[in-house]
């Protein structure tokens, strides 16, 4: 609906065409100054292009990135807040979002034990049933990501106040209300959840760190006994390298020694354009090689640890699936027997070097680069199998056999 002051101010922008009707020079009715200016009618409705309501309906970001060995890669943040626990928008806008970010797979993981905006000195109140459920941002999520086609895994995060065991993701419960009941024991909680078929994930390992015992001054130095426990019994099945704006390069190790699946996670809590921009590619994503895109793809792939992080240009993955990655996004192929052309037919960053100086490689880009005499292999500087052991391509054997 337009007002009156709108409408004047607008025709007054528009100048020379003042003499003009200001509703068909607003709205474009007609080109001609000397056409009879329509009369209103009460109820006369127009539609008007308003910018806002064009970039809000702007195609979503498209992060291209081809199948890997037959599994198709699907981007994910798996650690997302709301306004259930501490977020500051509804779950239905976390679904926006995520598609609007090219998204194809989200858990929204609202705290368990902390839930300011609608505890009992909270701003929002909820009905007693709805204040005793525990799945209510998944369901409040729900109907929007099936009309969106995103894949929406019902989610919560074990929030303990000190480390260990600090914050636990809990992926593809049945019923997070059972888990809830156990809160006072959280290795209770982690039973129930594992008992249920979940996903477990421990959040942002640098977090308290100071109080962990073993872990100091912010950075993680080896992994906490309790985690390892954990391990053993089945219980703990991935980890976080990257949260918000964290990175823990340890992590990459402990992935290869205690078989966790890497994950790079949001953990966003206000609103993505308030946190990233819009569309911003350095929100932190957790790649999947699934073999379907559904929700059962994305349980088998996590529990088969085929994931791999991709946040602030860098990307972290374990062996196999990182090389695998890697030789199905760019192509290498020999221009002359000194020169090589590099492909990079994926959105994903790549800094490389062949013997040389480092080079980027921009994503959807090729780049030809000079090889040293006797140099075998690409060094792929951004994209990290262990915490200081940087990828490692063989360059094809008609390159470096070539003469
Ligand atoms: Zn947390
Ligand atoms: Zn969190």
């Known amino acids: ?43 006369d409705t127009y ?91 998944y369901e ?23 480390m260990p065991p600090g914050h636990l993701n809990v992926l593809f419960a049945s019923d997070n209300n059972p888990i809830t009941a156990a809160a006072d024991d959280w290795k209770t909680m982690v039973q129930v959840a594992a008992d249920q078929g979940a996903f477990i994930l421990w959040n942002h390992p640098g977090w308290e760190a100071p109080a962990s015992g073993g872990i100091k001054q912010g950075a993680p130095l080896f992994f906490p006994e309790v985690h390892k426990e954990m391990v053993r019994k089945g219980l703990l099945h991935g980890i976080e390298i990257f949260n918000y704006n964290e990175y823990y390069p340890v992590v990459s190790d402990w992935c290869n020694e205690q078989n966790l699946a890497v994950f790079a996670n949001s953990d966003i809590h206000d609103s993505e354009l308030a946190t990233y921009g819009i569309q911003n590619p350095l929100r932190p994503l957790t790649l999947v090689l699934a073999r379907e895109r559904s929700l059962e793809g994305v349980r088998e792939a996590l529990f088969a640890r085929r994931t791999v992080g991709w946040a602030a240009g860098m990307i972290w993955g374990r062996e196999p699936w990182l090389p695998a990655l890697f ?16 492909n990079n037919k994926s959105s994903l960053p790549v800094t490389a070097g062949v013997g040389g100086a480092i080079f980027e490689l921009p994503q959807n880009a090729r780049r030809q680069v000079y090889r040293a005499e006797g ?27 070539a003469k």
């Open 1 to 43: 609906m337009l007002n009156r002051r709108y409408f004047l101010k607008h025709s007054a922008m528009l100048g020379a065409a003042a003499s003009l009707s200001p509703v068909s020079a607003l709205w474009g009715k007609s080109e001609n100054p000397d056409s009879i200016p329509p009369v209103h009618k009460n109820g």
């Open 47 to 137: 539609t008007v292009n308003m910018g806002h309501i064009q970039a809000a309906s702007s195609p979503a970001r498209q992060i291209n990135i081809p199948d890997v060995e037959g599994f198709k890669v699907l981007k994910g943040d798996f650690h997302i807040h709301t306004l259930f626990s501490d977020g500051q928008v509804m779950p239905k806008d976390r679904v926006l979002e995520a598609v609007n970010n090219g998204l194809d797979v989200i858990s929204i993981t609202d705290h368990i034990e902390y839930r300011p905006n609608i505890s009992k000195d909270g701003r929002w109140k909820l009905a007693a049933e709805q204040a005793d459920d525990f799945n209510i941002w």
């Open 140 to 162: 409040a999520a729900r109907s929007d990501a099936e009309k969106k086609e995103l894949l929406l895994i019902r989610g919560a995060e074990i929030t303990k106040r000190s």
């Open 327 to 342: 030789k199905s996004a760019v192509e290498i192929k020999a221009i002359t027997p000194g020169t090589i052309e590099l």
């Open 375 to 401: 140099v075998k292999s690409l060094t792929v500087a951004n994209w990290m199998t262990s915490m200081n052991k940087p990828l490692e391509i063989q360059l094809p054997a008609e390159i470096t056999d």
